[in-house]
């Protein structure tokens, strides 16, 4: 069982008040425990926490390059089978370094079946470049590199499905999670590092700058996400949903893309109903596709 | 023990003496006999090595940071495109200061797409912060890469080193071979010993990133570091020499150069041709010698000055380009920096790029052009398809 | 000092950032409507919040001031003060 009272991730660092990732970080660490090698790639999170010589972790931790965290946790894990070793592998990546730039090394590591756990914090973009958009960028969210303008909705993809990707991997046990529900995430990480094999959870981590959005919401913005059904809250094991969690009376998405500037454009000057009515469709699908909904009315 | 062996096994034979605990490499032509034959190894349990097979030359020098870094011993091995691939986590682990010994069987680089050798690839990163040595014979091949594991590990030092050959021309020759025992390796090598390393018993962050106020005084380090194991392998060499019989105490070696009126500079196995084509043209009045650089970074100006020192004329054989240099080859400038103020005239022929063959003629022939003062040119174009 | 090569270093030195300084608006407990739950603890981004005798107790050499803890108290214990520098 995780020890909730352990601090691995230490204050001092340098991230933005109300940070997602940080959250993600500090209760990712009560998950995994001491006797855990941390791998980071190029990101928010790793620039945030350690300049030179200011470290805010307090385990092993390593950071090579951008896009090949899953490679070096691979060797990782190679060199401590072969010493005898038992700490625990978790890589902690971004969105940019995960969706993108890092596919052919997770790849590789999730189809060699390495001993890690390979954590995406996901704040939905490159943020630490100064927001620009990933493969996990949500459809028609405003970003430098996808901005909302007169020939333009915003981003233009769908958010990659990476989980169901690392499950078709073999993967014994992928999860989603969110820093709106801190306990799931303790547990989730603890039960990630305790199965044999490479395990895959991505965690919603909201940020306020590059969302637009208060600090202080960075959790109430995360319910809101599940809320309207955009992000589903799930586990998978050996390539089957196991659990999801449902809600009572989902929310229409229209109450969480108010709450952002990324998604003001679909608002003001006028309301475009017919990118609202796409982004909906969206919920729509995961709801149907995850069966989330229960609709109970509150009474 | 003498052998008769394919240079690719020999080197194979020498990390299985070296004992790493993690080997990671992506195939590729020309470096393919030396993965195979340590594949082959594992699954018959001749080594005890995690032989991890990836994705892509980038995730195998990964691989083998992460497992570096976690106080194992790895091993690597590429050429061309995979090392100009790989070039993001080169810089990497020497950044790292992580103590990698990789392979590379020189081989061009496209485009266009070519597999046959010339030096190119491991040119190309000269300013990586890798130690850099030449092997001239599959002897050279193997011997070296026990000196580079010991030179590297050195605490004193913590660099990685390229351990280069010519591709085909010495990874797929079968030459003579001295291959030492177990014993003899353990007694010159020993086991590794990380400097620092992941460890939950004793946490560092590894791989921090430095601000303006840091940044600089992190590469000197590495300098001075490249500076110091310049005599950290003569030191290496000469231990070596005296355990196993054949000496690399020099950076440099020099062949007939006592009277030399024209001196070659050269890297690898075209040492070899060279010294033939040597023997005839002193039979035929003319006074050629050589110097050949074994260990090309960190750069032995003050070895090669002290070799050509007193000959007139230095012709550098570079199976390698640098576009759009004035001398058109990329060691020709450091050479000719090495004998500033000399009154030595120093050029630069680009030849054999590709694997096109170079032969005892065409040795001579570049003497004869250098003699006549030119130089820093194209040697043995075809004229017609130009 | 002299450099940790391969730039590398050991735990610690992040708490010589006192974050703190960057505050506009500080958190301030009311213990009477402190219910003991335990959320502020948990979802602190600094984890600058610990856990006395039961009670949270903020250490403001850290904390920021994003309002997270006073936003997520179900008891509405925490209030944001504008501070007096």
Redesign the interface.
Known sequence: MADKSCELFDAGHRACGGCGPALAARLIMKGAGANTIVVASTGCMEVFSTPYPETAWKVPWIHSLFENAAAVASGIDSALKKQGRDEHIVCICGDGATFDIGMLCISGAFERGHNITYICYDNEAYMNTGIQRSGATPYDADTTTSPAGKNSTGNKTRKKDLPAILAAHGAPYVATASTAYPNDIINKVDKAVNIEGPCYIQIQTPCCTGWGFDGAKTVEIGKMAIASGLWVNYEMENGVVTKVKKLPMRRPVEDYLKTQKRFRHLFRPERNEAEIAKIQAIADANAEKFGIDMNIEKK | MMQIMEGSHAVAEAVKLIKP??V?AYPITPQTHIVERLAEMAADGEI???Y?????E??AL???????????R?YSATSSQGLILMA??VF?VA????PIVMSIANRAIGAPLSIWNDQQDSIALRDSGWIQLYAEDVQEMSDLHFLAYKVSEDHDI?LPSFVCFDGFILSHTYEPVDIPTQEEVDAFLGPYNA??M???K??????????PD?YL??RY?NDAAMVRSAEALKVAGKAFGEQFGRDYSGLVESYKMEDADVAFVALGSICGTIKDAIDEMRENGVKAGLVKIRCYRPFPAEELRAALSGVGTVAVLEKNISLGSAMKGAVGPEVKDAMDGTGTAVFSYVAGLGGRDIRKRDVAAIADLALKGEGNMFYGLREELI | MALNIGCAAPPGKSRDNKTGSWRVFMPVITKEKCTMCGNCILLCPEGCIVEVDGYPVIDYDFCKGCGLCANECPSEAIAMIQEEK
Do not use: H, K, W
């Open positions: 605990d993690v990671s005890d090595s995690e991890v097979c990836v994705e892509s980038f995730s990964s691989v083998c940071l992460g497992a570096s870094a976690a106080g194992s790895v993001e986590v990497n950044g790292m200061r992580l913590l400097y620092q992941l460890d939950a004793n946490p560092i962050s590894m791989g921090m990133y430095a601000t840091y005084e992190f380090e």
